[in-house]
């Protein structure tokens, strides 16, 4: 059987520890130099990027997020040993682990340091398929000739280069197709290189819970739960015609994952439709203040997304889930494109107003679509708001002093809410 010492790289034939170097850190299955498709995950990102450019946070429970009403937005492992989870309320978070340590994001540190990630992944394979700072999808089929070894061993040097050249660890996923790549490098975090081979397919996945699917969340849960679907061997049983006309086109997916079957390419520069962010409350809210304030940090990561992609939207949309689950989402066109923060914000407080009777809510969410470059973007005065073009403009001098001196140096009042 195909071994990989994690360490030192050597290849040789299975066994628990490497002959080369005696470590245990050994990679042993029957396909490693079969499969080609991964997914790279960052361990808890934000704060891996902490605790590399500060040592004395090395062993201290880290905690990025907002102050004390704010949420969680990501917390090292330390952290998440004592329940601290992301999105959870910052007061719930400081309850179940007092001495850790609270640290505002630094996005532009973040950027920076997922930007030479990237370019260590694009010595590797120009089919990278980014899905946040922090994780991508990686095609190294066909890889093996230009690297003189097989795409296992280039991923395995990928995460020892990030360590020792950027101080930061990552998880990684290789299979044959996407579904199973992510589902594997959630497997053995912090740290891990998880495979899953074609031939183990289905029976890796027939005692799994069709929460591992991807999307697959609380509510989707309990309505696969009411027809009796709880694992993947639950899903087999199923007719895929039956499991169309009971689920519509998420029963067709069904259908496919439950055999492990995914049939969709890494795609580089995939065109984006729509920016969106969102957040959910452990515990469901109607309190206007708390929802208002993220409101406006959701719109302000909105925007900053959209000018870091140079796009612009010409809808505003707000979603909110309620306490029974059901999702509720609003929309508007605007005259003219925008990417500002303020006009984003402006435009779904509104809409939460026309949906804040029904609440209490679960999670709130705000994002824009219909996108254009943003030389096409506030370009038209808003006639009704004569302070809009000043508003936009002290943004953007904001955003330059952000750029400069962190994202902390200024901070709306309502983002503290």
């Not at 183990?200 to 509510?219: D, N, Q």
């Amino acid at each position: 059987m195909p071994a990989l010492c994690r360490d030192c790289l050597t290849c040789f034939a299975s066994g628990p520890r490497c002959p080369e170097c005696g470590r245990p850190r050994v990679l042993n299955h029957p396909e490693l130099w079969d499969l080609s498709i991964a997914h790279m995950d960052c361990d808890a990102f934000y704060a891996s990027v902490e605790k590399r450019d500060n040592p004395d946070l090395a062993d201290k429970p880290v905690i990025i997020g907002g102050g004390r009403r704010g949420v969680v937005s990501t917390a090292c492992y330390v952290a998440r040993i004592r329940g601290v989870k992301s999105a959870m309320p910052m007061f719930k978070a400081l309850q179940l682990c007092p001495d850790a340590v609270v640290i505002k994001p630094r996005m532009d540190a973040y950027v920076e340091a997922s930007r030479a990630i990237r370019a260590m992944m694009e010595e590797l394979t120009p089919a990278i398929e980014p899905l946040s700072l922090d994780e991508a999808f990686l095609d190294l089929t066909g890889t093996a000739r230009l690297h003189g070894a097989p795409p296992a061993v280039m991923l395995a040097r990928l995460v020892k280069r990030m360590k020792s050249e950027l101080g930061l660890t990552g998880s990684i996923g290789l299979s044959h197709n996407k579904f199973l790549a992510k589902i594997a490098s959630d497997l053995d975090k912090p740290r891990g290189f998880s495979v899953i081979g074609k031939a183990e397919t289905e029976s890796f996945l027939r005692p799994k819970s069709v929460r591992l699917i991807w999307g697959v969340g609380s509510a989707a849960q309990e309505t696969l739960e009411k027809a009796g679907i709880r694992s993947f061997d639950d899903l087999l049983r199923w007719d895929r015609r039956d499991l169309n006309a009971r689920f519509g086109s998420m029963g067709e997916r069904l259908w496919y994952l439950a055999r492990g079957q995914d049939f969709r390419r890494v795609t580089r520069n995939a065109p984006m439709k729509s920016i969106s962010n969102e957040t959910t409350f452990s515990e469901d809210t109607s309190d206007t203040d708390l929802l208002d304030g993220h409101l406006w940090r959701l719109s302000e990561k909105v925007a900053d997304r959209a000018k870091a992609k140079g796009l612009a939207g010409r809808v505003v949309t707000l979603k909110v889930k309620r306490a029974d689950f059901r999702l509720i989402t609003r929309r508007v066109s605007l005259t003219d494109a925008t990417q500002i923060a303020d006009r984003i914000y402006r435009t779904a407080r509104p809409l939460f107003d026309q949906v804040q009777a029904q609440g209490p809510f679960r999670l709130i969410g705000t994002g824009i679509s219909d996108l254009v470059p943003e030389d096409q973007a506030d370009r038209v005065p808003d006639m009704l708001d004569p302070q809009a073009a000043a508003r936009a403009k002290a943004e953007k001098a904001t955003d330059a002093l952000r750029a400069k001196f962190g994202d902390g140096v200024i901070l709306k009042g309502r983002a503290l809410r």
